[in-house]
């Protein structure tokens, strides 16, 4: 009995070390990464391995796992306008590292190839870009600034192995001084337009007048022909219309009572 426990616990001692050899022997590749393989006596081999699980000689060649799915990245860059403006801009950027070209990028720069080559590049490509316009074209034309910004930076990301499938520019920000100059001026165009306003309001005061000044002396002036031509005819004529229209608002009034000549009938007293 006892030499069978002897042969199993060698038998499952031999089975661990053999598991444990072979585990060292496999490693994984997971969905959306690549992996470069690094030999000993050879360095960093040319091939790159897909997703899978792959062999490898242990304590001789250790794999390097690269994600190869897009990351999203922010970058803050203080920089100047052509105006010497300070603008604050954040790129947010997408990119993925060019499978074929891991193991240059795992041999020249290493496994945080971001850190390194983000900073670097987008502080030079959004200086050059930015000088060349002013703070004002930076607002107005801030489509172009950006479009300039994207084939510039793909084309120095490439240079590294490193694709960009997208590039936004989420903030732009100025300095305190021109953030204060921007806002002077629109109130100063504010105050303008008011002013152009009052202005244009007092002209039509004026020519409203003179339109009824000269609405009023043509009116005299036709009175006046009326007279020479009718004499104290029209006055009489005018004399009769307002009594008729002084009588027809006073009939319409129950407070009031029309009482004939000589007669005091409220108050009944007696005539003298």
């Known amino acids: 009995m006892s030499k069978l426990m002897q042969r199993l616990t060698a038998l499952g001692g031999a089975l661990m070390v053999g598991g444990a050899a072979v585990n060292s022997c496999l490693y994984n590749v997971d969905g959306g990464h690549r992996a470069v393989i690094f030999d000993r006596f050879t360095g960093i081999k040319s091939n790159v391995t897909g997703e899978g699980t792959h062999f490898i000689i242990p304590l001789v060649q250790t794999p390097y796992i690269f994600s190869v799915r897009s990351t999203p990245r922010n970058v803050t860059v203080v920089t100047g306008s052509k105006d010497l403006q300070n603008v604050n801009i ?126 009023d002396s043509r009116g005299a002036e036709l009175l006046s022909k009326a007279l020479g031509e009718a004499g104290e005819g029209l006055i009489e004529l005018r004399k009769i219309e307002a009594a008729e229209e002084i009588a027809l608002n006073l009939a319409k009034t129950r407070n009031v009572a029309y009482l004939p000549k000589g007669q005091n009938i409220l108050m009944n007293l007696p005539t003298a």
Request: glycine content about 4%.
């Open 90 to 215: 954040t790129l947010r950027i997408l990119y993925r590292p060019v499978p074929e070209a891991l193991p240059s990028i795992f041999r020249d720069i290493g496994l945080e190839y971001a850190e390194k080559v983000f900073p670097s590049i987008t502080t030079e490509v959004l200086k050059s870009v930015v000088a060349r316009y002013d703070a004002s074209e930076l607002i107005t034309q801030r489509e172009v600034v950006s479009r300039k910004v994207r084939e510039d930076l793909t084309a120095r990301a490439e240079s590294f192995g490193i694709v960009l499938d997208d590039i936004s520019l989420t903030h732009l920000n100025f300095g305190r001084e021109f953030t204060d100059a921007v806002e002077a001026k629109q109130v100063a165009q504010q105050e303008a337009e008011r002013a152009k306003f009052l202005v244009e309001k007092e002209e039509q005061i004026k020519l409203a007048r003179i339109v009824a000044a000269e609405g």
